[in-house]
C-alpha cells in the first residue's frame, strides 16, 4: 500500500496524542474537583449535614482524621512494634546484566508486590469515619518502614555461569511500605451513610468515577502534584501534536507531489495518442491494403514489432494490452518495439 509507512507513523502518533489529551483533561477534571470539594474535619456535626443532603450522601469531600483500624491491625514483617492498615511488600531481584553493547550493567527487577489492608476508620477524639476500598484511591502515601537488601554470595560455578548466560543476581530487596495507625490522612471521595450502621459514616470511591485519594499531603500539595502531571501531559500534548502535524504534512506533499506526477504523465501520454492518430490519419490517406492493418483492432496501421519472434502484426493500442504471446507464432513476447516505415 501506498503511504503505508506514513500512515503508520501517524496512527501510533496520534494514539499517544489521544492518550495523553485524556490523562490532561483527566487532570483537569481531578484538579477542579479537589478544588470544589469541601474541606471537613471528623467531628460528630458530620452526619447532619450529611442528612440534609439528596441520598444522605456527599458527592465530593475532603476529610481529615488520624488513622486506626477497626479489627487487629496489619504488624510489620521486620519491625512488629509498628502497625498499620495498609501494608505493601515489593520484592526486587538486582542483576548484573552484560548489555548487547557488551558492557555489564546494573538492573532490578519486581518480582513480587503484594498488598494487604485491613478495615479501619479516621478519627478525631471519639468521632470516626470508615474509609472503604483504599485501594482503589488514585493518591494513596504510604510510609516505608523496612527496606533490606540481602545481597547474594556466588560461587564460583555461578560466576562462570553468570559469564555465560550473561547474567548474575547481585541480591534481592525487600520494601515494606505501610499506612501506618495514628498517621493523620486527608481522604478525598464520597461521603455517605453506612448501610449496616445509620448512626455512623462511610467514605468511598465517587460513584460519578472521580478520584479517590487517601493523602498526608495537605490539600494545597496534592493541587500541586496534580498540576504538575497536568503540566507534563500538556507538554507531552505539545509534542506528539506537532510530531502528528509534521508527517501528516509530509503526506500530503508527498500525495500532491505523486498528484502533479500523474497530470503530467496523462499529458504526456494524451499527447502521445494525437501524435499517434494524425500519423495514423495521413498513412490512411495512402489506403492500407488489409494486410498492412493490426491483425486484432483491423482499424490501425501495423506499427509494433514483437521481439524475439520479429513479427510485425500489432498497433500500438493493442500491443499495450496483447503483450504476451504473438498472435501469429505464437512465441512469448519479450520485448515490443515501435516500427516506422519510410
Ligand atoms: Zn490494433
Ligand atoms: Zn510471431
Known sequence: MEYLSEFIALGIDSIIFGICLKQHFYCNRSINAVKGAEFY????????????????????????????SIDTPIYGIHN???????HKLTLKEHLVVRTSSGYWSDQEHTMQEV??????VIKRGKHEIEVTNSLAAEVLDLET???????SAPSFVDYVWGFFTGHRQRGLQTTEEMLKEGSIITVIGELTKSSSNHNSLVLQPPGDGTSYYLTTMSISSLLRKLDDQ??????????FGTIGLFIAGILVRRYLKDKEKQKLANEL?????????ERRQRIRETNLSRD????????????????PCGHVCLCIDCSM??????PICRETVTQTNPVFFP
Open 269 to 277: 501520454r494524451k499527447s502521445l495518442e494525437q501524435s499517434r492518430k
Open 41 to 68: 474535619e471528623v467531628n460528630n456535626n458530620l452526619i447532619n449535614i450529611v442528612e440534609q443532603n439528596k441520598d444522605n450522601k456527599i458527592k465530593y469531600v475532603a476529610i481529615r482524621g488520624a488513622v486506626q
Open 321 to 326: 494490452n496483447y503483450t504476451s504471446t504473438c
Open 80 to 86: 512488629k512494634v509498628i502497625t498499620g492498615v495498609i
Open 145 to 151: 518502614i523496612s527496606d533490606i537488601f540481602e545481597a
Open 115 to 120: 498488598y494487604n489492608c485491613v478495615p479501619f
Open 292 to 307: 498492412q492493418l493490426c491483425v486484432i483492432c483491423m482499424t490501425n496501421p501495423q506499427e509494433i514489432i514483437l521481439l
Open 230 to 239: 497536568r503540566k507534563v501531559y500538556k507538554w507531552l500534548c505539545l509534542i
